[in-house]
């Protein structure tokens, strides 16, 4: 079973500290940078949707990818007056009728490609759907982030609403995190569904991100520290990818 199968049911209530409008504001921000202030941009790995229907708020049309149905199936329950087109692809087959003039993939979606074959592939396949002048704009968790911050350990919060536990495991030799998660949540009857699932990552080095970006065509503009417009650093937790298209 993949990644967030069973999670999106609840992916929501355990991201409500994510700030969605914070990021969109920054994706704003950049897009309007490079005279891109309306027009289709797609939203690669979207899951709920949630980012997505902020960005069609701001003016863009958008199209939402992801490869998990069940996200899917909520973000299409989700969305409101907003004209949105959503997609069941994987990011590595990224298949378009047409041409966007922008790509962004927040919330480490990259991160959960570990195959650097198939992250070059999906490098190509975003490239290829941009227009001329088109941005590709995307964030990864760092090293720092993996090493120092999630490690060998265990994380658990507790809530009148559900609780989980996060127990962390990362292989150095093999640079992949993996968490295993385990929900509780109650039911009307005053008993806990439990969900359990593995998730695991790649913790790439940002020097071999940017020489993918440039291989793929791309010309790496900024890499910045998290959703912000300053230089990534060595204590960044987030690092955020701008790559442009001659």
Known sequence: MGAYEKFAQVYDLFMDNVPYEQWSAFLCRILKKYGIEDGPVLDLGCGTGKLTRLMAKAGYDMTGVDSSAEMLQIALSQTGEEEI????????????????????????????VLDEEELQEAFARVYEHLETGGVFLFDMNTDYKY?????ENT?????????????NYYDEEERINEYDLTLFIPEQDGLYRRFSETHYQRDYDLQ????????????????YDDYSEETVHAESERAVFIGRKE
């Open 155 to 167: 994380f658990a919060e507790s809530r009148e609403d559900g609780s989980f536990i996060w127990e």
């Open 208 to 223: 071999q991100i940017k020489i993918m970006l440039e291989k793929a065509g791309f010309v790496c503009e900024a890499i």
């Open 85 to 112: 087109l959503y997609l069941l692809q994987e990011m590595q087959e990224l298949d378009l009728d047409g041409c966007v003039r922008a790509v962004y993939s927040a919330c480490d979606c990259i991160n959960y």
């Open 147 to 151: 090493t120092q911050l999630l490690g």
